[in-house]
Structure formats: C-alpha cells, structure tokens
C-alpha cells in the first residue's frame, strides 16, 4: 500500500486532463442561414462564428444529412476577377469572430438529399481543428437573400 498516495495523485491528475474544454465549447454560432437556389444547384451557408475562448480555434469544415457534400469556401475579387477557392479552415481569434458571409467564407453545400424550400430549418455539424463539433441550425433563404432576414447584415470578411 506504499503506492497508494501515488495512485490517487495520478488519478487525480489523470481527471484533471479530461476537464480541458473544446474549440466547440467556446464557439458560438448567430445569424446562420442557407441561401437556397433552385433545383439542384449548391448552396450557400453562412454564420456568425464568436470564439469567447482565450486561444484561438479554426473551423475545418462542416457536414450534413441534407447535403451530400459540405466544403468550405472563400470567394474573392481580384483586378475585377471573381475567385472561388477551397480552404482548409478559418481562423477564429480568441474573444473575437469569423464571419462567413456572402462574397466572402462561406460553406458550399452540393447535392441536396431532398428539396431545401425557404423557411426550412437545416442542420449542419461545424468542425474544429480539435476534432470537436458544433451542432448548427441554418434557416433557408431564398436566392436572392443577402441575408439571415433578422435584420442583421453581414458583411464580408476578407
């Protein structure tokens, strides 16, 4: 039993270690919304990330079961060129926001499941570089929304 005072200290220590919170825990999602076009062409998820964290997270993707595919994007304009780029992640500083936006981050959904119609409610599983998960609901908008319809504009961030 010499060991014992050993063993509690390591079993202490060992739930210590398992109380460290994820990117999700920190991660807040506002204003999030689909921009839905017709048929089956993709479309264009966006939110408001807030990170009230003291380190600095990034979001690495996304999936759901309304879509086939999720990817995230950054679309960009250059010398009057406009430019759709894969990308691995985005950033979210610690105590600061990312925002996906219109003409800017967003999240392309390919391939809807079944028909997404405006005023639906879809859920999308955000994903951290920690392997943690954020579970989202988007309300969809009709195509020519530049908005979540709250009133709340987002504006591009670059």
């Known amino acids: 039993m010499k060991h014992a005072p050993l063993l ?10 398992g109380v460290h919170a994820s990117a999700a825990d920190h991660v807040h999602a506002t204003h999030a919304w689909i921009r839905v076009l017709p048929g089956a062409l993709p479309a264009g998820a966006y939110v ?26 950054h679309s960009s304009t250059d010398g009057g060129v406009s430019r759709m780029t894969m990308v691995d992640s985005l950033p979210i500083p610690a105590h600061g926001e990312a925002r996906l936006a219109p003409a800017g981050y ?21 994903k951290f570089s920690d392997g943690s998960t954020l579970s989202t609901d988007f309300i969809a908008r009709p195509a020519n929304a530049l908005d979540d319809g709250s009133g709340h504009a987002d504006h591009p961030s670059s």
């Open 106 to 126: 967003h999240l392309m959904l390919m391939q809807p499941a079944a028909t997404v119609k405006p005023g639906s409610t879809v859920r999308l599983l955000l």
């Open 48 to 73: 408001t990330l807030e990170n009230d964290g003291d380190q600095p997270v990034a979001l690495t993707g996304a999936s759901s079961r309304a879509y086939a595919q999720v990817m995230l994007h």
């Open 8 to 17: 509690a200290l390591l079993a202490g220590l060992s739930l210590a270690a």
